[in-house]
Structures are given as C-alpha cells and as structure tokens.
C-alpha cells in the first residue's frame, strides 16, 4: 500500500528543487556597490516562494482518485474537444508562443509583448472573460515592468510604446 499520495510526492520533489535552487542562489556573489536590491534578491525570493508552495502542496489532500492511465487520458482527448487542444498540442501551441515571444520581445517591447502572450494563452487554455484576462493580465505585466525598471533598475525592451 502506498503511503504517499501524489500532492505529497510532487511536493517533496519540488521542495528539493527549490532547496538546490536557493543554495544556488546564495552562491550569487554581492556587488561591490552598495545597492538596496541586489542581484541575489530576485533569485532567492522565487527559491523562498517555491519552497513555501512546495511545502503547501505537501499538506494538500488530492480533490479526487486518480483514474487509470488508459481512462484519464481518454477522458482528457475527449473532453479537450480535438486535434488543437490535445495534450500534445497543447505542448505545440504553448512552445510556439513562447518562441514567438522571445523574438517579439525587442521589436513589440516586453509590455506589449508579455500581455498577448498572457492573453492569448488563457485564451488558447480556454479562459473566456476578455475583461478580466485583460485586467489581470495588464496588471501583473506592468507591476512586473515597473519594479524592474524603476526599482530594480533591469532594463526591459520598451518596444513601441514610449515607456
């Protein structure tokens, strides 16, 4: 009988993820300069945040049984409605935006570029409120572009808009 259920087995994986990844952070060495953000703060708070999910996801109860490998993904290709929304593609399509969003990043500038990314896949995954992917959207790209910018001091792509 197994004693782990699979919340706790992903959890304690991505709790070792995280405790690699964070000594690798405070391996970052310090800039000389006296900064109040220094190059190891991003690093070491991503590490910090992962841990705390990782640790979550490992006193979460699963919502329901896993079915059999067979039925689950029948279920899968039949409910995602077809060839475009198959897992596999679904892999495709997400590989193929990111690409594209790495090649429109300098040209379109990282603003622009990140809110169709963010929309386009909720879209694609099939979240249909075009006000709300829009707001939330926007909202966290620019939260994002402006504490690197203007906190963080990162100089991030302006594109065509004019900041």
């Given at each position: ?91 495709v ?10 090649f ?54 302006t ?5």
């Open positions: 009988m197994n004693k782990f259920n699979i919340n706790q087995k992903i959890g304690v994986i991505l709790a070792l993820f995280s405790l690699g990844y964070l000594w690798m952070a405070f391996q970052i060495p310090e800039f000389s300069l006296p900064r109040p953000i220094d190059s190891d703060a991003f690093p070491k708070a991503l590490g910090s945040a992962l841990l705390l999910l990782a640790i979550l996801l490992f006193f979460e109860k699963p919502k329901h049984k896993v079915q059999d490998d067979d039925e689950a993904q029948d279920d899968i290709i039949e409910e995602s409605g077809g060839f475009w929304t198959s897992p596999r593609m679904r892999v399509v997400t590989s193929v935006a990111i690409v594209t969003y790495a429109a990043l300098q040209p379109v500038g990282f603003v622009l570029s990140s809110i169709l990314l963010c929309c386009g896949l909720a879209y694609y995954y099939g979240y249909r409120n075009h006000k709300v992917n829009l707001l939330a959207s926007s909202g966290v790209v620019l939260a994002l572009y402006f504490m690197m910018s203007y906190v963080m001091d990162v100089y991030l792509p594109g065509i808009l004019p900041f």
